[in-house]
């Protein structure tokens, strides 16, 4: 049963468990500082099909494939999943998952999508609607500017404030069960929108959906970040990740000890071309599947609060003249099962 | 709690009620046969904004100030909200809804969205999680023509085959109650692809997922056509609908006497050039949340199955040989209670 803590806050007892998760990613990702990390990369961009719209749907199956071989789980035995990505109409999902014929509630939340995916399978399990819930998503370099921005045979210049959408996708497993990782709780996110016009600037607009999350998980919970070993957000980069620390501050809440930001881990800053950092929702999915959850299982870390965040944009209406409106939902991963 | 039916079908228990719903839609809408029941109608299809997509956003702006109207609910006390449309990136959902600061949880289903955000509502409910838990879809005829067809202005042929997306919008609220409409229970639809590639025949492509879901609901339930007035399916139109009962047939499931398409019902084929029948989101979620919905409340209709089905197509992929993969997800709405 979910305890209500807030308006949309709630706690998990019992806490569900992530009993199996796995990262996927593409050259960009392997050669970058956390490349280790990944259950598998694969430096072809098409990752061996015909478009890259197929090469991001290999990369979800992909993880879900490995996810489920872990624990020698078979497919048809997944009660139901959550999945979605950028592409218009989710087709990265769709295609991806298609031949695994798991019944399936499509999400969008952009770049938010994993932590929506995992607050809902831990919401199903809870609910006890199913025994064991898949959450998947991806992003991918090529697909992403094609559709947001220029084709990539356009050779349009970046600007210093653009982010460079990962080629990664994370998947996970929640289910009822005694071992960590937990989900303690969740925040649902509100859509904020502070009227950034950029679409070349997505971790501006991005920063106050965080902050209110942040904030409003704190207050709901009466928790503060000392009780976490990392606040992870999803793709603020180092714009976004400024301007979230100088938001929380106004609030009394201080997060420079803590915080880690998916965008600013994923890539080598010296060393690749990724001006601001890295974003997409197989960013936050893949660091979370990859790194996090690794390490909370084995209680290297203890506790942390994942906020992965999404820009709500649209290129037609960017072009009509809109602001971006973004959202941040927020989940506690912890190693502890709590009270 | 939800009580597990089958892999992915459960029952509420108890079942939380819909506790209010309104339909809002355009001029078609209103001369169609179904015109009187919409709470509100517009015959502007810019609903006195500047773009088609601003007036798409605004349908879903009015069906959730007249849902709430109705109960004199103000926004701030809805706990979350599930929404989503046909739009790129959900669009017609983020700027309709954004003012009215309700946490938010996107979801992308085609035209299954509504029982999509009401099965997602419900499970809310059901979990505790949230108590006044509201869903909304919209689809605008001029938006999806430009996004997935041609832009109006080309004036281009239509065939036989093809459906006119419904310019409506529905919005609903669950939570515990007990008066009737009551949330009995679901089954989550998995994605069928039996390798229909005209996108303008899109109730071929969604049949069988239809039939998939319906089959699966009756077999986890152990209950029949027969135990239900109506089996509502969500915009097959004319050639999906035969379809259906044919692919039904030969399981040896009969719904011949009480099957009705919302996109069958929502226009007059003699006198509205509507070719093959109504599509969209805002289709299903208009006719239940304008006819189904109050029908129930009163006991004039006992029990329906209502399987909004989506066609998960994407131009993109379309251009690129793929097929169209379908899914329905299908909630099961009673005047009673039940045990």
Known sequence: ????????????????????????????????????????????????????????????????????????????????????????????????????????????????????GLLLSALSVDSKAGELVLAVTSSHYCTAERQYRFPLDYGGQRTPTAQWTATASGALVVSPSDSSPFVRGASVGRIIDLDIHDANNMGAAM?????????????????????????????????????????????GIDITKNHLDCGMMIYDFEKQDVHAGGSGCGCAASMLCGYFLPRIKSGEIKNIFFAATGALMSPTVVQQGESIPSISHGVWISHERGN
């Open 1 to 116: 049963m979910a305890i209500k803590k807030g308006r949309a806050s709630f706690a998990f007892s019992p806490p569900p468990s992530v009993i199996t998760f796995a990262a996927v990613g593409g050259k960009m990702e392997n050669e970058g500082p956390m490349g280790s990390y990944f259950d598998k990369t694969n430096d072809d961009p098409y990752f061996t099909t015909y478009t890259y719209e197929q090469g991001e749907s290999k990369l979800q199956k992909e993880a879900i494939r490995l996810a489920l071989k872990k624990i020698n789980l078979q497919s048809e035995n997944v009660s139901f999943m959550f999945g979605g990505d950028l592409l218009n109409q989710c087709v990265g999902t769709t295609f991806g998952i298609r031949d695994y014929e798991i019944p399936f509630l499509g999400i969008y939340g952009a770049c938010s999508t994993m932590s929506e």
């Open 207 to 251: 920063a106050p959906a965080a902050a209110d999350t942040i904030k409003r998980f704190f207050k709901d919970f009466k928790l503060a970040p000392k009780d976490f070993d990392y606040i992870v957000t999803g793709d603020l980069g180092k714009i976004g990740s400024e301007l979230l620390i100088e938001l929380l501050s106004e609030d």
